[in-house]
């Protein structure tokens, strides 16, 4: 079958930098994506990583090794509205172009 | 322009009552889902539908059935309401297997 792990819930201040890990097992692996979503909001899309490598985006960047099965999510100067959680998704080889969801990291980003 | 819509955006309801969630998106995608969310945050696929294929997980009860009267439009059908269907319901779109765009999410209360 298909899974996903990452961290329940990961706490940092603001102006600080933190990682958030993500390990698959799947068949047929496509890429890794990253989603956010804010309490009482809809998951927004962050990243996606097909290759090996680091992708930037502003403060987030996002990794993947797909030797290792494992990526993750860098999240750099940290601010209160950076509090939500983020989940990395593959897609579903059994269900066409549907994503598969870890269960999720709860980032609390305090002051 | 809202890019995905669903309506209604809270529904409660008693068990045993059937109920209907529309979902329309404008961006011209080819492919709609819809997940669901439960209390603990997990997301789950429920069905993945193009003009051509209808996949539907395998772990959801026949009470729920997709129906899309057009490409823009994906709504879901729920018979016979249990307790465990309480959950958000969130609709999404790609254009095939890039980033999704999900709906802000129908919030479904079975008393």
């Known amino acids: 079958g298909q899974s996903l792990e990452q961290p329940s819930e990961v706490t940092a201040v603001e102006g600080a930098i933190v990682q958030i890990n993500c390990t698959y097992q799947?068949?047929?692996?496509?890429?890794l994506s990253w989603y956010q979503q804010h309490d009482g909001g809809a998951p927004t899309f962050l990243s996606y990583n097909a290759l090996d490598g680091l992708e930037e985006t502003g403060r987030f960047s996002s990794f993947l090794s797909r030797s290792d099965s494992y990526g993750y999510l860098l999240l750099q100067e940290l601010q209160m509205k950076d509090s939500a959680s983020y989940f990395c998704a593959v897609r579903d080889s059994q269900a066409g172009t549907a994503l598969i969801f870890g269960k999720g990291t709860t980032l609390s980003v305090s002051s | 322009d809202t890019a995905v819509s669903q309506t209604p955006k809270y529904l409660v309801t008693q068990m045993g009552n059937d109920k209907s969630i529309k979902c329309e998106q404008n961006?011209?995608?080819?492919?709609m889902y819809w997940y669901k969310q439960d209390s603990k945050k997990f997301l789950k696929i429920m069905f993945s539908y193009n003009n051509k294929e209808l996949i539907i997980n395998e772990t959801v009860p026949n009470r729920f059935s997709p129906k899309s009267p057009d490409k823009a439009h994906l709504n879901l059908h729920i018979n016979s309401l249990e307790l465990g269907d309480s959950a958000v319901y969130f609709c999404?779109?790609?254009?095939?297997?890039?980033?999704?765009?999900f709906g802000p999410g129908t919030r479904l209360l079975v008393l």
């Open positions: 799947t068949s047929g692996f496509y890429g």
């Open positions: 961006l011209g995608h080819d492919t």
């Open positions: 999404a779109s790609s254009h095939m297997e890039e980033t999704q765009y």
